[in-house]
């Protein structure tokens, strides 16, 4: 089974703050790689599919890169509805697997 | 509007089983594999396994396979998930999703009690 390790755990920044968060399969994904924002109480939001398509509706702060093994995403002038927890997922070889979240926090 | 829509909130006691319904809407409901997810509170998301509604075709993780069952019915668009032989370890929320092509339910809350 392939694990997805996300780094960090938490993170604490403000409004305006350029915020990278990684993910790292324990093997090879190519890009089948996504990213998901979810918010207390409510489902998973799709953000990015394929590493670094992003969805329709999303704000262009956000963005997604890497193939392989190791990805990253990258929210370039963080704003207030932001706040939230960050999940990658890949969706190479089934069981498909999620890494352990994100949560970034306001400072 | 493109949704998937669950069935509500469920208690079970400990050894019993439990089916969540997710019906699709606002788009061809066999274009697009359903998984499961689940989440406890204040823990990640984990994948139980796919389905495809053309085929039937299925897929587990490996710690469900016995436990779950994924089906559908096509005539009104709506994916089920069994799961049985419940304990309080499966107390969650459960969603059916699309994953890439953004489909979310809107989750159904799994309570596992005696």
């Known amino acids: 089974d392939i694990q997805m390790t996300q780094s960090p755990s938490s993170l604490s920044a403000s409004v305006g703050d350029r915020v990278t968060i990684t993910c790292r399969a324990s093997q090879t994904i190519n890009n089948y790689l996504n990213w998901y924002q979810q918010k207390a109480g409510r489902a998973p939001s799709l953000l990015i599919s394929a590493a670094s398509n992003l969805q329709s509706g999303v704000p262009a702060r956000f963005s997604g890169s890497g193939s392989g093994t190791d990805f990253t995403l990258t929210i370039s002038s963080l704003q207030p509805e932001d706040f939230a927890t960050y999940y990658c997922?890949?969706?190479?070889?089934?069981?498909?697997?999620f890494g352990q979240g994100t949560e970034l926090e306001m400072k | 509007q493109v949704q998937l829509v669950q069935s509500g909130a469920e208690v079970k006691k400990p050894g019993a089983s439990v089916r969540v319904s997710c019906k699709a809407s606002g788009y061809t409901f066999t274009s697009y594999n359903i998984n499961w997810v689940r989440q406890a509170t204040g823990q990640g998301l984990e994948w139980m396994g796919w389905?495809?509604?053309?085929?039937?075709?299925?897929g587990y993780a490996q710690r469900f396979q016995g436990r779950v069952t994924m089906t559908r019915d096509t005539s009104i668009s709506t994916a089920y998930m069994d799961l049985n032989s419940l304990r309080s370890e499966d107390t969650a929320v459960y969603y059916c999703?699309?994953?890439?092509?953004?489909?979310w339910g809107q989750g159904t809350q799994v309570t596992v009690s005696s």
């Open positions: 389905m495809n509604p053309n085929s039937g075709n299925t």
């Open positions: 999703t699309t994953l890439d092509q953004g489909l």
């Open positions: 997922q890949q969706d190479y070889t089934t069981p498909y697997s």
